[in-house]
T-cell receptor, first 116, second 113 residues
């Protein structure tokens, strides 16, 4: 069966420090991968998605970047964190392809990031 | 652009009460519609989905019907339990869009004994 791992679960970082959140998927190949953020009091917003190794699409301009160095690994990074980067970050995967809008997305447990 | 509007919470109910959480959407084409649930301290998990007009998704006593004429996908449950306390998100995925999800703001449900 497929599983998705996301770590760490919680993180407190000072303003201006770097960030690296990692997500890995097991039990499937060539998934679409996603990073979402849930800011306090707000809904979920798609930050990045990837349809293949090295292929990253950004949905919103921001202080963050994403990379996909391996098929089932998705990394969210920042060189210098801002207070506004605080939130709950969720990694997700779905089956590969563009014509898959009727399929389920599977989410990790999330990382709660607090920038102080 | 595409969007999802969801009733604001929190919604507070007594056990065995009837639940309705309203959700309306704006989208071109023929999106798929989803309800996801987030239990405290956890990630999201799919509750139910509907992929075409007039489809009814159901799971764990929850139901929602894809109404294209009113662009709605309201979530209902006839008798809620304390264990249903969670945040509920309505979402859509556009056809041909790599399954990118657009979420509503979420509705927090608290059920008391």
């Amino acid at each position: 069966s497929q599983t998705i791992h996301q770590w760490p679960a919680t993180l407190v970082q000072p303003v201006g420090s770097p960030l690296s959140l990692e997500c890995t998927v097991e039990g499937t190949s060539n998934p679409n991968l996603y990073w979402y953020r849930q800011a306090a009091g707000r809904g979920l917003q798609l930050l990045f998605y990837s349809v293949g190794i090295g292929q990253i699409s950004s949905e919103v301009p921001q202080n963050l970047s994403a990379s996909r160095p391996q098929d089932r690994q998705f990394i969210l990074s920042s060189k210098k964190l801002l207070l506004s980067d605080s939130g709950f970050y969720l990694c997700a995967w779905s089956v590969r392809g563009r014509m898959t809008w009727n399929t389920e997305a599977f989410f990790g447990q999330g990382t709660r990031l607090t920038v102080v | 652009g595409n969007s999802v509007t969801q009733m604001e919470g929190p919604v507070t109910l007594s056990e065995e009460a009837f639940l309705t959480i309203n959700c309306t959407y704006t989208a071109t084409g023929y999106p798929s519609l989803f309800w996801y649930v987030q239990y405290p301290g956890e990630g999201l998990q799919l509750l139910l989905k509907a992929t075409k007009a007039d489809d009814k998704g159901s799971n764990k006593g929850f139901e929602a019907t894809y109404r294209k004429e009113t662009t709605s996908f309201h979530l209902e449950k006839g008798s809620v339990q304390v264990s249903d306390s969670a945040v509920y998100f309505c979402a859509l995925s556009s056809s041909g869009g790599y399954n990118k999800l657009i979420f509503g703001a979420g509705t927090r449900l608290a059920v008391h004994p």
